[in-house]
């Protein structure tokens, strides 16, 4: 029975363990984009996978980094522990205890801490800072690892051998280091997989372009979970497993009593042939050819970014937000290469634009945004002579952009939209049209909020009859205790995710930006968008050139590419955010789409709409004061 009960649990365990992983596995070959629903077997996403020159970009980069930062401080850092191994007790305890400091400390210390020295040294954050990072950070594990072996050599051996008249160097290599030597392979394999592993470190070092495997996954992952991520991971998986079969069932140097007595049967020139292959393979032509793929990986990657270096365009652009063809026909038509980098809400993109510490040519913030970065004096005015296309752009919605563009000189609308309720016919009751739904306790654990500050209390706000830029503490305080009375209501605290849960049918009401509402019911037709009677948000997403932009010619061609109407025409299929190009929408075919009240609601619905402004450094403060309130609550 005992035996049964142990049986019992550790098949509950795998399953645990690995039920995650064989639905990721399972997903990585369904057909739907939307994990809800089984569309049929393909290989589709696999394909687009190693097709996705980004991502292919990225698991280089990891690689390249991985190996040079675990040489780097392998080599640093079996120096560092010799010169650390011949000082005096007292200041080799003070040394070890000044290196260990990088292992107690939090990863996210080190990695604000080397992001502000780059940023005061005036370094441009891109690969170096990465591989600079990284050295540092795995220079202590070298250490740790090599010292140990560095305190097992004997001293008098490297003096016997100078004595014999070898040269420091000399002796040292034909000596120590063979003593060392497990400590120092040990110290760059952890080196390596450290570095492999790290996300936050790097996250706070990367400049434009520039992304390892576990940041770019986490940028895709914050979009919402791509079907390419799922092959993505399940490649991984299966890679690991294979080296753990290849390191667990592969062939061993010491052989075992049954293949010692079969080495006696068959003759040991046989055997010692039959293991010797697999010995040479593993042991030789593996690494070989590992190097092989990194170097000429290298000499690729490097000859595409010096060819592009000299002729581009950083742009700055929230999350799924352009046609990824559209970047591949400008750079068709025009010969500037793109660099293309993302954020997933303006308060992260802010503080890139205000460190200075990355110069890009194009940002795409929201109204409120680009008002305080407009007092800041973080923004340069447009050249719209070299912008001809910006005409197509509707004078309303120039009209609407003074209120924080007041002369219309530094923004061009790019897309906007309003805010409201997406819910599900089939589990509410009866049609919605007020946010005081939010706070009906029917629907507990089926609501979705944005994980947003402004649109967060926004919703509050409204809800109260107040509004949207209200920073009256009183109505503020107001807000903040709605929303803590909420939230044991609410499933989530979302963004981008609510597409994929309000598709499968998880959650029964979600706070949705119109274009979002758009494209989820084309896969769910059961979803209703409405903007409430109380009223709410219509917001205007525009391009605008900080001020220290380094390619300023360029970033005005992108701008009037964009402004092309077949190209704006393009964006908004895609992202299926209403656009504010003319233009672009006569030429939509499908009369549903082009008078549709979600992407183009009447005057009777943004009558009740206002738009967000900046409301000051103090009232910013308090809005995030109330929010992290809510949030710990």
Not at 547 to 574: G, S, V
Request: proline share 5%.
């Amino acid at each position: 029975m005992k035996r049964k009960l142990e049986k019992i649990y550790m098949a509950f365990i795998v399953f645990l363990l690995y039920a995650p992983i064989l639905t990721l596995v399972v997903l990585s070959f369904n057909s739907s984009r939307t994990r809800a629903k089984w569309g049929g077997f393909t290989l589709d996403w696999y394909r687009a996978l190693f097709a996705n020159k980004d991502i292919m970009n990225a698991l280089y980069t990891t690689l390249v980094i991985a190996l040079l930062s675990a040489a780097a401080a392998t080599l640093i850092g079996t120096a560092a522990s010799v010169g650390i191994s011949s000082m005096k007790a007292r200041t080799r305890t003070a040394f070890m205890g000044v290196t260990n400091i990088p292992m107690l400390n939090g990863e996210i210390v080190m990695g604000i801490s080397l992001m502000l020295l780059f940023i005061i040294g005036r370094i441009e954050l891109g690969f170096g800072t990465i591989l600079l990072a990284h050295i540092t950070f795995n220079l202590p594990y070298v250490i740790l690892s090599v010292m140990p072996k560095m305190k097992q050599t004997s001293r008098a051996t490297y003096e016997a051998a100078l004595d014999l008249g070898a040269s420091p160097l000399y002796a040292f290599w034909k000596v120590t280091f063979p003593d060392i030597m497990p400590g120092v392979v040990s110290g760059f394999l952890l080196s390596f997989t450290m570095s492999l592993d790290d996300f936050v470190i790097t996250y706070f070092t990367k400049g434009p372009g520039i992304d390892t495997l576990p940041t770019k996954i986490y940028s895709e992952v914050r979009k919402g979970i791509k079907p390419e991520m799922y092959s993505l991971s399940t490649i991984l998986f299966v890679t690991v497993l294979l080296l753990l079969l290849l390191v667990n069932f592969g062939p061993s140097s010491k052989p075992s009593p049954e293949e010692a007595k079969r080495k006696q049967r068959l003759g040991s020139r046989r055997v010692h042939r039959f293991h010797k292959v697999p010995r040479i393979v593993f042991g030789r032509v593996l690494p070989v050819l590992m190097a092989v793929v990194v170097v000429g990986g290298g000499i690729y990657y490097g000859h595409m970014n010096l060819a592009s270096g000299s002729n581009q365009v950083i742009v700055y652009n929230w999350g799924e937000y352009i046609d990824s063809e559209v970047l591949d026909m400008f750079e068709e038509e025009t010969g500037i290469h793109v660099v293309y980098e993302e954020f997933e809400t303006n308060e992260i993109m802010y503080p890139k634009i205000q460190s200075g510490a990355i110069a890009y040519d194009l940002v795409c913030p929201s109204d409120y945004m680009i008002q305080k970065m407009l007092q800041n004096d973080l923004l340069q005015p447009l050249n719209f002579d070299n912008i001809p296309n910006a005409e197509n752009i509707g004078d309303v919605y120039y009209e609407k952009s003074r209120q924080f563009d007041p002369d219309n000189q530094y923004s061009i609308p790019y897309c906007w939209g309003t805010v409201g309720i997406l819910y599900n016919s089939s589990m509410v009751d009866e049609p919605i049209d007020s946010w005081k739904v939010l706070w009906d306790t029917r629907y507990k654990d089926s609501i979705l909020m944005q994980d947003s500050v402004r649109d967060a209390f926004g919703v509050a706000l409204k809800t109260l009859g107040y509004s949207l830029n209200s920073t009256s503490i009183h109505e503020l305080t107001q807000a903040r205790d709605l929303l803590v009375q909420q939230k044991p209501l609410v499933q989530a605290y979302v963004i981008d995710q609510v597409r994929d849960k309000m598709i499968g049918n998880e959650a029964a009401i979600g706070v949705i930006y119109s274009g979002e509402a758009i494209y989820t019911q084309s896969e769910n037709p059961d979803l209703v968008y409405v903007v409430p009677e109380e009223g709410s948000n219509m917001w205007i997403d525009s391009w605008v050139m900080p001020k220290n932009a380094p390619n300023k010619e360029n970033a005005e061609k992108f701008l009037n590419f964009l402004c092309r109407p077949d190209i704006a025409l393009m964006n908004f299929e895609y992202i299926t955010y209403s656009t504010p190009n003319e233009a672009a929408r006569e030429l939509i075919e499908d009369p549903e789409i082009r008078n549709s009240e979600i992407a183009f609601p009447d005057d009777s619905i943004l009558g009740r709409c206002e738009t967000f402004t900046y409301l000051g450094e103090d009232a910013d403060e308090v809005y995030n004061q109330l929010w992290r309130e809510v949030k710990s609550s």
